[in-house]
């Protein structure tokens, strides 16, 4: 059976931010009652999250069988800072989408490719639409995190800068099936372009979220979560419980490392 986000709040990581320690227990608490909440919308979409650590693996290998069925969101990130900064981030995108749909829309091959029926003088309009998506995903954390959780300590993206992609440059990845890989940006290599272009595009995103897009949110969020508590599909124990489980106490052995190729 897969991974339940009970499982994942049992069974919390060692962080560098030191949630565990420097977070009361009040506010342990109200993490974990966010992450039950998450899950429950997103069941209440029809969307699956997969809490197991493979998750991003699973999900690589859904996106290059361009057929993605489920949400992944744990990669042995710390319950309070990570973990729920993927699953708001996941939210934002769900808000920028049609949420019932497979990856809410988004065609899987993005942001690096584009389906082969967008002709090359298109392809950087086609992918602005979705930067766009990201970007917004990117700079959300905080002003959705507390509307919908009043939670206020600071919630940790995946990396230092969003993952976008900008035509021209000569960077060249693989694609799955059905779509054409499109010459772009690199981070890497072209980093002064890429930041200069995501920092414009964040500048922006950050004008999306006005006090009438967070309360719409909000009334979303609540609406798919009251069909999603309704099929829990194990029973949740109270946050408080969770919350008080130190990393240490739930981990007494080194945890297992999933390796993959990105
Ligand atoms: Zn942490
Ligand atoms: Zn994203």
């Known amino acids: 059976m897969p991974a339940t986000v009970v499982d994942a709040v049992k069974t919390p990581y060692p ?3 030191n949630c565990h320690e ?22 209440g979409w029809g969307q699956t999250v997969l809490w197991d650590l493979a998750a991003s693996t699973l999900w690589r290998l859904q996106q290059q069988l361009a057929d993605v069925k489920w949400v992944a969101v744990r990669d042995g990130a710390c319950l309070h800072s990570r973990l729920l900064g993927f699953c708001v981030h996941e939210l934002v995108h769900v808000m920028c989408g049609d949420p019932t749909l497979p990856n809410y829309g988004t065609p899987v091959g993005l942001p690096y490719g584009v389906p082969e029926h967008v002709p090359p003088s298109e392809e950087a309009a ?9 970007a917004r995903a990117w700079v959300g954390l905080a002003a959705v995190a507390y509307r919908l959780f009043e939670i206020e300590w600071p919630l940790l993206p995946a990396r230092d800068v969003g993952t976008y992609g900008f035509a021209g440059g000569n ?29 414009k595009l964040e ?16 009334t979303k969020f609540e609406a798919a979560e009251a069909i999603g508590r309704a099929s829990r599909p194990v029973t949740f124990p109270a946050p408080r419980e969770n919350g008080a489980t130190s990393p240490e106490e739930a981990r007494p052995q080194r945890p297992v490392r999933v390796r993959f190729d990105a």
């Open 15 to 17: 962080c560098p931010c």
């Open 203 to 218: 500048e922006e995103a950050r004008g999306w979220f006005t006090p009438a897009k967070l309360d719409e949110i909000a």
């Open 22 to 43: 420097v977070l009361t227990l009040d506010q342990r608490t109200a993490g974990i009652a966010a992450l039950y909440r998450f899950d429950d919308a997103m069941r």
């Open 171 to 199: 960077a060249l990845v693989e694609v799955p099936a059905g779509y054409r890989a499109v010459p772009h940006y690199d981070h890497h290599h072209h980093a002064r372009r890429y930041y200069a272009l995501a920092q």
């Open 126 to 134: 086609y992918l602005h639409r979705f930067n766009q998506n990201e």
